[in-house]
């Protein structure tokens, strides 16, 4: 009764085709890109931020949750609904408001898909630098929460480098300018907090985002190792070169095999692991630097180095890249991806770590990562369906963001924490340092009332809430709740 | 944490419902999003392939039923496998699809229009004699001038839209259909189809003569039926497998070098032959074998190479991909070569050329809406260009953009792109 | 009850006697008031305990680093203890090849230069802050020069600090590798609240490579929207620019670049040689495309500094010792950033203004002989080019009339509730922040 309620209000203020409540509907809203699943009560797309912010009140007033959406490409289960409760998908909320060459920014509505500002920015010969390599489909609403980052991150920085101001959406259903207007402006920096606040703080609506020139000149290096060993030392080398490449991302054995397979990159078979180099700039320092960036490579041992200068042999070299995560599904039916970060200086000594635990665990591992900024990908391959082996490779999951933690690194260098990572979080932060994070989520209003269960450690399970669901559609079967 | 049951074990024969492998191959990355057409339109997850796919993972295990809500949900779906195209987990979408109508089909629960559309399917489209009366009918409608009021009839506009056109002489030859001046350097034979030798005879004859001229004897074997791409499609794998069935033998029988096809639904359709006879003893290794033999018609020529024309009209033109050879084949650089090798063509890419026109089959007919609002957005993207001939690739693109110059008032001229070779062939004084 | 004896004898008792007393100079004092003790904690641990006594007595504590920059915000509501920080001023980790140090936050960036300077590297907190001032302090108050063109502000490169909240308990936040997004990046809350949230203990940034090759050029243009045309175009085509700013006439003069009536754009290159001087090349030539002529500036001890241009850069307000001189700064958009120096100008003849026009940050040093009028004028200039002029240093006397950062911002609720919630006792800087907060 109270959710045919819950659902009739929606309805009003959303308008009914665009609130979801059928079983078959709402089941398609219970995952992200990871292995957890919840489903939500109601899901309601809605058109504006006043449409957003009256579904907010409308949930606020029905006591239940809410959960936003972007393209639920999330890598921590993020926009996965823990509690049930509404989910706000921001699909419609998909128009670049503005573009302001001149002052190089753009006012994008949180729905617009990441490469396509660069894509509408091209035309003025701008465009928007964080690049996840998912960024043919994730939403800026997504990488704000998350604080995304991509392969180009290493020289221009992760998301929250670029976004200039927002526009959210409280857990009282109040829309709030948070800077945005000009450069800076005095008072606390919500923005910077909102970004990577996995939409426990607010949900947000507008995003002014920075946007950059296109460099002159790229050059893309795609050098060949025998060893990953050794191409982990290269990375250390170019850094310690003092030269800061645009992208340095690795990827080994089995992940260029799953590659090879999807785009047949003509990645060597029998390679260890090769880095993908790019050097931006002025066409001299280009020259300069990937000269230097050679000449390391080679040193330490590579076995072939191919340069991609024209868009159109750049494009080869990285498509296998971008589609490296998807192609794992080539290899195993599921992967697990973690994220950790650890110091450059500490990359082999990780990575060889890695393989181990994997190894005594008998799992295959892919890993796919930013070499550049130390930030790890291993993705353990398996069968879900496999008695058991889920919970294993948890657990090799945990033993794995052990050995970054350890080396001084965190458990999550851009997919968020979101449900998978929360119960590590008391590994690098101390009750004290999450009391202070409570704090900020009391002044903010949002308790437990925006994206429950995500981030802190709670005992509460995704799962329980999940399952319940399917029960309840297996029992109740058409109709089930209205 | 939560980890969803394991996918029940199928059910049957593995023709009628998807298959474990196929369908845990969807990892839920979401790169394929973008590429959906339906998904674009309507900004639901329901509506995107990662949606479809998890919903049809969920009415194989069983966890959600076939009501109508849900096989709504893979009714929309356009099967235009762009999804597929791009998908980085190799994700068999076109397969995972077509059974997993056929399971809900099967399972004696599937919706009244379903069956109705299997029924018409297999009863007319599947017997040459009654879609011919169909297709006279249509001829009829056309030519008295009656198709031309009822579309302006605001009421009935939308509704009648995508009545195929079929118009100018039907194809009826069969044997060796064109032979070439000078030595044969290959034999192959033309699928001819169900609806095309009715509806555009006259891109046959432009094929024959394209082939004929570039060194190929070519043969139309009379005991070929219709390919069953749209029974597949549409659930009915036994008919679609009777179909593939006798086109192995005729085709087999033939013994030509090579099946040429010029519809892209048909071609995608025979090069599956293999897998939609698999587990048939009899016919298992003949339908595989054949399958490798086939070619949509301008893969064919790319590959021969194709001799270049000397001339050709002053044409500015627009090539929309037709899903089934760009996504379903992989096809899409063929086409364009062969356009591009056309003196005095000049060849305008529209936005979004490998988006699907709403066409789809039988879809403008199953869900029109759709096809309409995805049939508007490709006519303004085509006028963008202002190119005066759209080219594509298979009969049923060719109706619905046919349709849709009509709708927007568009002096544009639809063609196969084959045409406007021979056209050019012809230009330049070569002959058959 | 608590007595300036008794806090003292605490204080002493936390820090050690020789590290706890009563203000010795006016130096401690805070807009004209001193506190009732000064006290200099040796650890985090002692910084902690104090803030813990104070937030449970009801004291107000402002922590401050060297004092270079203590002239920004609004007047103390309440003053009791000074918590400096100098003592902490140690480098707590560098692994060069890690691109990251972590210090104490009361190490002057000079030391830290210097430190970083030795492996090759530097932290980009921008090089024209005077050498004196503290990582803590520069944190605190934001502070940023032109040099924020290339490397941003504290904000980008800040990954990882330690912090004291204010009922004394030490957190993190943050961590030391540079990419991490494990919690709310409490960082930058930090960066620029004007320890009005917690007491910043030690901070990680991401360094980078000391470019190989500088230069430096100044050209004399017609007007503002040239000198603006000029760098924006030389960002547009990715030319080695590390800094910018646009001065106006008077502020070009304070600085010995006499260009007679003309506006002054002085360009900071940094790169490799080749870049640097294929730069330096087209720059000229883009000047001399808009009627611009090389100005000479004055010979400078290592060219890798701009010239600094008076007044200091935004948000090192220091005391000029002038009553009567107002420092402030307003940000607008870059497109708009023409406009606002015209303004400015109109509204205080003896304005000197520097811009940086990439950012749209404008810096205004003048002089007020008519109360608050010259004020309010600005303030008005600043609102019609779209911006909010904050005031970094004047009088104490026209300080208390006002909010030196103007009024509050659109998400002010929000940020007072923040406020609640981090320092529930009001024992931070109190009154000091935006808003009064
Ligand atoms: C193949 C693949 C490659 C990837 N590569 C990268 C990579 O290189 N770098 C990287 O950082 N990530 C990567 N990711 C992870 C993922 O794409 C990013 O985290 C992305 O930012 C998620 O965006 P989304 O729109 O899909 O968000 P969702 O998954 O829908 O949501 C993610 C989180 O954002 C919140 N959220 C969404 N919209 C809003 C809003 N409007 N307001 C408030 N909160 C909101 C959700 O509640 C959730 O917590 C990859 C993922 C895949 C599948
Ligand atoms: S791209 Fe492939 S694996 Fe990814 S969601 Fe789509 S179908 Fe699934
Ligand atoms: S086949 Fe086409 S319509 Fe269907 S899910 Fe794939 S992309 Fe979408």
Known sequence: ?482 | MATPPPIRAPVGARLIAPSETDLSRCVRCGLCLQHCPTYLATGLETESPRGRLYLMRALAEGVAQPTANAVGHLDQCLQCRNCEAVCPSGVPYGRVMEAARAQVLAGGRAPLSWRLRALFLRQVIARPGRLALVAAALRLYRACGLRAVAERIPVLRDRVLFAPTVAGRPFRRTGVIARPQGAVQRRVALLTGCIMPLAYGRVHEATARVLALNGCEVTAPAEQVCCGALHAHNGDRETAAALARRNVDAFLAAGADAVVVNSAGCGAAMKEYGALLAEEPDYAEKARRLAETVRDVHEFLADLPFAPPASGPELTVTYQDSCHLAHAQGIAGAPRLILAAIPGLRLLEMAHADRCCGSAGVYSLTQPQMSLRLLDEKMREIAATGAAVIATANPGCMSQLEAGARRHGLRVRVAHAVELLDEAYRDSGAGV | MVTQASVLQQLAAIAGPEHAGPPQAEEYAVDGLPPSAVVRPGSYEQAAEVLRYANSERLAVIPRGAGTLMALGNVPRAYDIALCLSRLDEIVEHEPADLTVTCQAGISLGRLREHLAAAGQMAPLDPTLPAQATAGGVLAANAYGPYRLAYGTARDFTIGMRVATADGRITRAGGRVVKNVAGYDLCKLYIGSLGTLGVILEATFKVRPRPREEGELAFALPGAADACGVAAEAERRGLSVAAAQVLNPAAAQALGLSAGAAIVLVLNLAGTPAAVARSAREIAALAAERGGRAATSPPQAGAQHPPEADPPPAGAGAPTGDSRAVVGWLSVLPSRVPEAMAAIEASAADARTSAYPTAGVLRVRCTTGDGGETLRRLREAAREAGGRLVIESCAPALKRDLDVFGDPPAAFELMRRVKQQFDPNGILSPGRYVGRL
Request: hydrophobic residues 40%; negative net charge.
């Open chain 1, 1 to 482: 009764m109270a959710r045919r309620n819950l659902i009739r209000e929606l309805q009003s203020a959303c308008g009914k085709k665009w609130v979801l409540h059928a079983p078959e509907d709402l089941l398609v809203y219970e995952y992200d890109g990871t292995i957890e699943r919840g489903m939500p009560e109601a899901v309601v797309l809605p058109d504006s931020a006043e449409q957003v912010a009256a579904a907010v009140r409308i949930a606020r007033r029905h006591g239940v949750a809410v959960t936003a959406r972007g393209a639920g490409t999330g890598l921590s289960g993020g926009a996965i609904p823990c509690d049930g409760g509404v989910v706000i998908a921001t699909p419609r909320l998909n128009r670049i408001l503005e573009l302001d060459p001149e002052n190089r920014r753009a006012v994008v509505e949180p729905g617009v898909v990441n490469l396509d500002i660069s894509v509408a920015a091209a035309a003025y010969g701008l465009y928007y630098a964080p690049d996840p390599s998912s960024q043919k489909a994730c939403t800026i609403g997504g990488n704000v929460a998350e604080n995304a980052g991509g392969p180009h991150c290493l020289r221009y920085g992760a998301t929250t480098n670029h976004i200039l101001g927002l526009e959210i959406v409280t857990a009282d259903g109040e829309i709030v300018q948070a800077g945005g207007e000009t450069g800076e402006a005095p008072g606390y920096d919500l923005t910077g907090v909102l970004v990577g606040s996995e939409g426990t703080l607010a949900i947000i609506t507008k995003a002014v985002v920075r946007l950059l020139p296109r460099p002159e000149s790229i050059i893309t290096l795609l050098a060949i190792f025998d060893e990953v060993n050794q191409a982990s030392r290269a990375v250390s080398a170019i850094i310690a070169a003092g030269i800061v490449p645009a992208a340095l991302e690795m990827m080994d054995k089995y992940t260029m095999q799953a590659v090879e397979a999807a785009v047949h990159a003509g990645y060597p078979p029998d390679a260890g692991a090769v880095l993908l180099i790019e050097v931006e700039g002025l066409a001299e320092e280009t020259a300069e630097e990937s000269r230097a960036v050679q000449e390391v490579c080679r040193d330490l041992g590579a076995r072939e180095l191919r340069i991609g200068l024209s868009p159109e042999d750049r494009e080869r070299l990285w498509a296998g890249r971008k589609g490296a995560l998807g192609a794992l599904g080539r290899l195993a039916p599921s992967y697990y991806i973690l994220d950790g970060v650890v110091p450059r200086t500490r990359l082999p000594a990780v990575l060889d770590g890695v393989y181990a635990a994997c190894e005594r665990y008998g799992f295959r591992v892919a890993n796919v990562f930013h070499a550049g900024d130390g930030n790890l990908h291993p993705n353990v391959l398996f069968d879900e369906r496999v008695p058991g082996a889920t919970e294993r490779v948890l657990d090799l999951g945990g033993e794995i963001m052990r050995l970054c933690v350890d080396a001084g690194g965190s458990i999550t260098g851009e997919h968020g924490v979101g449900y998978e990572k929360r119960n590590y979080m008391s590994w690098i932060f101390s009750e004290d340092d999450m009391e202070v994070m409570a704090r900020l989520k009391a002044a903010f209003g949002a308790e437990e009332r925006l994206n429950p269960g995500k981030v802190f450690p709670t005992s509460k399970g995704c799962g329980e809430v999940s399952s319940r669901m399917r029960a309840a559609i297996a029992r109740a079967g058409p109709d089930a709740y209205i």
